[in-house]
């Protein structure tokens, strides 16, 4: 049975709600909005400008091929549109320019924000491309305005909405003359190369530009899904704007980790930091994060909360293990339906559009969001989750955990963030290099505040190096066999796997952990292995570089191959991290397979660091070899938000990895019935050339490894078939 007719269905209805929710979300953010991102415009002319970008972001669909598809009448696959509808928009606009600029709000930023609400405005696949919208092979070879030709029937949708537009900005009484009906593919290029060229000499403030971007996308998604759910707009959104930290929420968070000890000094110094930016250098161990949440008490009150942690793993232990059940939170990354299905919660996520709208929500509707560092700085790069989730960041304060893990254009959006967005922020990290304390304060533009962590923990000598050609099994099987706790950790997946066969041809019964695992099941034996190294008896793990922050254990020996130096210390942070009084052994053999992940530079280094020190060793002698031997860093500070003017795509907050994301041929007919969140549970990476995954099948957007070369098994994960006969 068809759902009934409703008027948010209808162009001026939908248009109404979301100019009713970006109004709202001006009315609750306004003046917090002006002071978190450092904006000299008046509230009024944020309101003016928001709302103009709302009436204008989807007059474009007042046309044939888009009335077409949505009446069914063409399969979008085979007769897509010829131009986007956001695209016919901006030239429809555009024409209207000198009425449209009667009005208060900012024409230019608003022509910009509608054009980009989609995310396809000036760039494609990540790359700038300066184009205003393609257009598409579609059968047909004009536009045709849809008030004036469907069926043969009048409708009067279009000019009802210039109509609900003049009076809504304040424009001139009477409505544009000479509007256009039809434009063929030759016009539309010409008006494209008029507004490329018009452009050209873009001088708006880029801040401003970019929040009222990020606030007609919040709008779109609430004024989308709220109507058609029955939920009131405006009762919503100011519900949930509303919805922030209180001391004593954040006191019981605290109360619950110390279960009735006190707070180390440098905790309790991070709750008196005064600075709006604070750095906390404290090694692995220390209670870092537990001073994060009574730095929080201070600086988050009347505020949201993020916790960005660089990886999924452990912004998942982080929830876990700090905030779940004690305050109202959210865990908020692609994966986290999965990694929450074990606590029976209902969280959805990964990259599909509906399901990230959706799960952004939770952080609107939540008081303290555990997520990657993506979710926040993402919005550096127009990413969506992060703009879907802009009402809650831009009245938020925030952590920032292992920043000396981020790569230089994660560190450069980073250095952005701090620019442009005035909130409390605290960066935590083992160490900070000089370099970078010179480009924070720079980004900050005051003088920093760090508080170091606790001497008396960080120079207590927790390891011995040794080192050798290669790894020393007997040593191995004695600790075992005593008791012991071993974490054996490898550059390469396949060398985890042969270590992890060796082992249990000698008898011992080891764990194998990395990162080539359907994500279900590596959440699997990421719990399998942070569980046994809490329970008494040996215990031995074989993993990957995964280990490096995602396993928040404490090992009694650690084995590992030579690797970079901060790899090599976040290694280190696993072993004797809960101090048992005195130094234990962590073993040292080379990588002979050079160029991947690491090149012979970065071998050498973590050689010179290992053969550095003789005796004892503590994590204050680490931190200071590290800030001594760093060479200067080359941050990537380029922002589409920020710098792309009129443009909005998405592209790529990190560095470019190894590996590409993949579907296995056997789980393909699975996959193509699941949910969307639920799809990340079947997916692997694998290290794969582009090249090679050009002929293969998508299924969901992801390339389908073939079963003719690759292989699976829930215990040691992908493998090659030409590598291993089973």
């Known amino acids: 049975m068809d759902k009934p007719w409703k008027s948010a269905y209808g162009l001026t209805g939908h ?341 990230t709208k959706l799960e952004s929500f939770k952080a609107w509707s939540t008081k303290v969001s555990i997520c990657t560092v993506d979710t926040v700085l993402g919005l550096l790069q127009c990413n969506r989750r992060p703009l879907y989730c802009f009402p809650a960041i831009a009245q938020a304060a925030f952590v920032f955990d292992e920043v000396h893990c981020y790569d230089n254009k994660l560190f450069g959006a980073l250095l952005r963030f701090l620019e442009v967005v005035k909130a409390p922020i605290l960066l935590m990290s083992a160490s900070f290099l000089p370099w970078q304390l010179q480009a924070i304060e720079q980004a900050v533009g005051a003088p920093l505040d760090v508080i170091h962590g606790p001497k008396d923990l960080e120079t207590q000598p927790r390891y011995r190096f040794h080192y050798a050609d290669a790894p020393n099994w007997e040593r191995v099987k004695a600790e075992y066999e005593a008791g012991g706790k071993i974490l054996w950790v490898c550059n390469q997946v396949n060398t985890a796997i042969d270590v992890y066969q060796n082992a249990k041809k000698i008898g011992l019964s080891p764990l194998l952990y990395h990162s080539r695992y359907k994500y279900g099941d590596r959440v699997q034996h990421h719990r399998e292995v942070v569980d046994r190294f809490k329970t008494d008896g040996p215990v031995m793990a074989v993993a990957t570089q995964v280990a490096e922050m995602s396993l928040d254990l404490s090992a009694t020996l650690l084995v590992t191959q030579i690797a970079d130096p901060p790899g090599l210390v976040q290694r280190l942070g696993r072993l004797n991290r809960q101090y048992c009084g005195h130094a234990l052994d962590a073993l040292f053999y080379p990588d002979e397979k050079v160029g991947f992940p690491y090149e012979q530079e970065d071998l050498e280094a973590g050689l010179e660091l290992v053969q550095s020190f003789a005796g004892e060793v503590c994590q204050a002698d680490l931190a200071s070899w590290l800030e001594k031997a760093a060479t200067q860093g080359q941050p990537d500070r380029n922002s589409v938000w920020l710098d792309g003017e009129w443009r909005t795509y998405p592209t790529s907050l990190r560095e470019a990895g190894y590996t590409t994301t993949v579907l296995l041929e056997r789980d393909v007919p699975t996959v193509e019935k699941l949910p969307a969140k639920l799809i990340p549970r079947y997916t692997v990476p694998l290290v794969v050339r582009n090249q090679q995954t050009k002929g293969w099948q998508k299924c969901r957007r992801y390339p389908v490894a073939p079963a003719e070369s690759w292989g699976y098994s829930s215990e040691i994960g992908a493998y090659e078939l030409a590598r291993r006969s089973v």
């Not at 008046?42 to 474009?60: C, I, N, P, R």
């Not at 201070?298 to 990886?311: D, M, N, S, V, W």
């Open 15 to 355: 248009t109404s709600d979301v100019v009713e929710a970006v109004t709202t979300l001006v009315d609750e953010l306004g003046i917090g909005c002006l002071q978190q991102f450092g904006l000299s415009q008046s509230l009024e002319e944020l309101k003016a400008t928001v709302q103009l970008a709302a009436f204008l972001h989807d007059l474009g669909k007042a046309n044939d091929h888009f009335q077409a598809v949505v009446r069914k009448f063409k399969n979008p696959m085979n007769n897509p549109q010829l131009m986007r509808h956001e695209v016919i928009s901006v030239l429809l606009a555009w024409e209207m320019r000198d009425w449209l600029s009667t009005g208060q709000g900012n024409f230019y930023v608003a022509l910009a924000a509608a054009g980009g609400h989609h995310f396809k405005l000036g760039g494609e696949a990540g790359k700038q491309t300066d184009e205003i919208g393609v257009i598409r092979n579609s059968g047909c070879d004009q536009w045709t305005r849809g008030d004036l030709l469907w069926l043969y029937t009048t409708h009067k949708h279009f000019i009802g909405l210039l109509k609900y537009g003049q009076k809504l900005c304040g424009l001139n009484l009477s409505l544009p003359n000479n509007l256009p009906t039809h434009w063929t593919i030759t016009d539309l290029k010409q008006k494209q190369k008029t507004l490329i060229r018009e452009f050209v000499e873009w001088d708006t403030d880029p801040v401003f530009t970019a929040v009222v971007k990020a606030l007609l996308v919040a709008g779109d998604t609430s004024g989308s899904a709220l109507p058609a759910n029955d939920v009131s707009i405006r009762d919503w959104i100011e519900q949930q704007i509303r919805y922030t930290l209180t001391e004593t929420e954040l006191q019981h968070v605290v109360a619950e980790r110390l279960e009735g000890n006190s707070l180390r000094p440098f905790q309790e110094n991070l709750g008196k930091a005064e600075q709006r930016v604070t750095l906390a250098r404290a090694g692995c161990g220390t209670g870092k994060t537990l001073g994060a949440y009574n730095w929080a008490k201070r600086h988050a009150i009347g505020r949201k909360l993020f916790f960005c942690y660089p990886t999924t793993g452990t912004s998942t232990e982080g929830f876990l293990d700090y905030v779940y059940d004690k305050v109202d939170s959210t865990l908020v990354h692609t994966r986290a339906a999965v990694d929450l299905e074990h606590l029976d919660l209902h969280s959805t996520g990964d990259d599909d559009d509906l399901e």
